[in-house]
């Protein structure tokens, strides 16, 4: 028999913690203990849905935009989760395609499935503010990049290869409990390989539930704007701007 | 007869390890499996000596081998100084080894020696031998006494809302947990949040009066601020890591430590005496810095241990499967990893207790954690973390439950830490024999939410 105890949540308090649940003897009861496994699995589907590529393709053709497909180093999912380094550099193939290129655009975007290839499924909703940049202000944008089994920094070595002044990279977040497909943004001036973290701006938890696309595009054209104006990302930008930083620490898609 | 190694110390450190991902990204594991035993046996015959003679990070340019080495405690070494590192395992785990025996050598022993027995040793010789040793350690409550298991209340709130964090302390108190502490981690850094915060903790601990200590998992620098503003602060927190570059990373360093460990003891807030400092650390972190050495992440995770006891610790933590795959890669991994820093932080004589964790891109899921949970509970964990249904909504990752901690009480007849067991009888929150109660709305906890 369950023995529940008085559920703190019905004194109006709201907090998204799994608070109340009752229990059974020391045990959870079965309904938390599947509900919880149920979190997990969406969780762990979404790091291992592999990205269709085809799909937001097809999106971002609709939107007006031209594509590229790339890879990284990491040949599977497990290599891409073991070894992050290979997940930062291009395969030789996608190298070679982007360097024949030659466009020098003024911003790259690049499309990365990174730890949740369900977390594009926002992205198109952020692209589609960002053709104001093309239309209103100007700006050389190149291609998008569609990117598998990529890290953040895989799009410094693309940035370099296109020569691109800025590369903006929204990829797939470690998924959460409750958000397995939390976009983040990434921007870099000068992409180059071995950019450090201290050198991006970053806007994180973009999803419905989160950060609603359309206000993270406003504060990416914000971003992006003045990323321009004063050639820099990263620190100076950020004391600027108010938006959080990215500690030595903190762990990147 | 003993082999002398051609290869440099910190090779044969590094390939003896048993296997993870963080050994292989920093590209200093063994290529075979028959590499890796190989380099055991060669292990096995070093002299324990040739830890004090042969720094893995030289003396000069490292200030934790200076300290590792400055403080070794030669009187206490004697017993353990002719023999080799398979005679060392012999003996810790031989009938006449006690924890009598082992807290006298405690200071003899430096984390590299600690670090190159672990990896001799199988899981079960983790279990043993650490279940020898008991480190108590006292603030308000008095935690690592035998038979007892103690856990962190942890309310985090993905926006440091004070009502969500009260909420999940109420909800921890009724279920018996926050013996050892009770402690936030904070999303923001802003000092008035956090004052704010270290307030209401003491404010609940104080009404209710409650045997445990609040802590506010925030830099070091900033529990210094809230010092100066005269708040409550019960416990200082830091991570910290097993290289001076990894801790400069963290922004800390030696001389800071303890300037602030100073300012703590100022405010008098222990009871029981000196220990106000709460340690985390956790295998990975020095690589994910790039301040390494080339050194295996477990011996470092050992020399950070090194660092924790020069400051006379309250609480260590290893947060083992925090960091990710890409350092332990799943559940056998972590599993292995938290056994050996339990081990090593008790035979160094730290209060260890560990997060039992796990992220979703690890190959590991919550059985893993309940062979870990039940491991560590019999080889005598001083605490483990308790997260309202397992899942950290500011951290975002999953770690042990309230239930998981009545669980391994319940299963290895463990107490929590004797004030606070009395604390939950006088309360009604527990019957006779220790188990929580129904606690009906009106109980004085849930008032103070309405």
């Given amino acids: ?182 976009l983040g943004a990434y921007l870099t001036w000068q992409p180059k390989i071995g950019r450090t973290n201290a050198e991006r ?23 992006l704007q003045e990323a321009r104006r004063q050639e820099r990302t990263g620190i100076g930008l950020k004391d600027l701007s108010g938006l959080k930083t990215i500690g030595p620490f903190t762990a990147l898609p | 007869m003993r082999r002398r190694s051609t290869s440099d110390l910190k090779t044969l450190m590094a390939r003896a390890t048993p296997l993870r991902s963080g050994d292989q990204l920093a590209g200093v594991a063994a290529n075979s499996a028959e590499e890796s035993i190989s380099a055991r046996m060669a292990l096995a015959d070093q002299p324990l000596t040739r830890f004090l003679n042969e720094p893995l990070i030289p003396y000069e340019s490292d200030e934790v ?49 600690a670090a190159a027995v672990s990896k001799i040793m199988r899981n079960q010789d983790l279990i043993l031998a650490a279940s020898k040793i008991r480190v108590v350690s006292q603030f308000r409550s008095t935690v690592g006494l035998r038979g007892r298991l103690s856990s962190r209340l942890q309310p985090n709130h993905p926006t440091d809302d004070p009502s969500g964090i009260l909420a999940a302390m109420i909800d921890g108190l009724l279920l018996g947990s926050g013996d050892a502490v009770i402690g936030v981690n904070p999303a923001s850094d802003n000092l008035q949040v956090l004052g704010e915060l270290v307030e209401m903790m003491s404010g609940i601990i104080d009404r209710f009066e409650i045997p445990t200590q609040s802590c506010v998992l925030t830099h070091i620098t900033s529990s210094l601020a809230l010092i100066e503003q005269g708040r409550p602060v019960d416990l200082v927190f830091q991570s910290i890591a097993g290289t001076e570059a990894a801790n400069a990373a963290f922004g800390v360093n030696l001389d800071l430590l303890a300037e602030v460990r100073s300012a703590a003891l100022d405010l008098g807030r222990n009871p029981n005496g000196g220990q106000v400092m709460y340690f ?53 991994q972590i599993i292995r990893a938290g056994l050996e820093d339990h081990f090593c932080g008790k035979l160094l004589g730290l209060p260890m207790g560990c997060d039992v964790c796990y992220t979703n891109h690890a190959e590991a899921d919550q059985d893993d954690m309940d062979v870990l949970l039940t491991l560590l509970a019999t080889a005598g964990v001083n605490f483990v973390m308790g997260v309202p249904g397992s899942d950290d909504i500011m951290l975002n990752y999953q770690s042990t439950s309230f239930h998981d901690a009545l669980y391994a009480r319940r299963l290895l007849d463990l107490r929590p830490a004797p004030e606070f067991e009395a604390w939950l009888a006088r309360t009604g929150l527990v019957d006779g024999r220790g188990h929580p109660l129904v606690t009906g709305g009106n109980h004085p906890l849930l008032q103070v939410l309405s």
């Fill in chain 1, 1 to 182: 028999m369950t023995e529940e105890v008085t559920r703190p949540q019905s004194h109006g308090i709201v907090t998204p913690a799994r608070i109340g649940l009752g229990r059974t003897g020391a045990s959870l009861p079965t309904r938390a203990v599947l509900d919880f496994a149920l979190d997990h699995a969406r969780a762990r589907d979404a790091v291992h849905r592999p990205l269709d590529v085809g799909q937001v393709e097809g999106q971002l053709l609709g939107l007006g935009f031209s594509t590229l497909r790339v890879t990284s180093q990491a040949a599977d999912r497990q290599a891409y989760l073991a070894r992050p380094d290979l997940g930062a550099r291009l395969s030789a193939s996608s190298r070679d395609g982007l360097s024949s290129l030659g466009v020098a655009p003024d911003l790259a975007i690049v499309l990365a499935d990174g730890l949740s290839s369900q977390a594009l499924d926002h992205a198109p909703y952020v692209l589609q503010d960002l053709k104001a940049l093309q239309a209103d202000h100007g700006w050389h944008l190149a291609p998008v990049v569609i990117a598998s089994q990529a890290r953040v920094a895989l799009g410094d070595e693309i940035g370099a290869c296109l020569g691109a002044s800025m590369v903006l990279v929204l990829i797939g977040e470690r998924p959460g409990m409750s958000s397995p497909d939390s």
């Fill in chain 1, 201 to 223: 701006n970053c806007v994180s938890n973009i999803r419905p539930q989160g950060l609603p696309p359309e206000a993270a595009a406003r504060t990416l054209l914000w971003l």
């Fill in chain 2, 65 to 113: 081998t200076r300290l590792i080495l400055d403080t070794h405690d030669r009187a206490a070494f004697a017993p353990i100084s002719a023999m080799s590192v398979g005679a060392f395992r012999d003996w810790l785990l031989s009938d006449e080894v006690d924890g009598a025996v082992l807290k006298a050598v405690a200071p003899g022993v430096t984390p590299e020696m």
């Fill in chain 2, 280 to 332: 985390e650390t956790g295998q990975g972190t020095p690589l994910s810095s790039a301040a390494h050495h080339g050194v295996d992440q477990q011996t470092l995770e050992a020399r950070a241990y090194g660092v924790a006891r020069a400051f006379d610790p309250f609480l260590v933590n290893t947060v083992v499967g925090f960091i990710g795959p890409e350092y332990l890669f799943d559940g056998k």
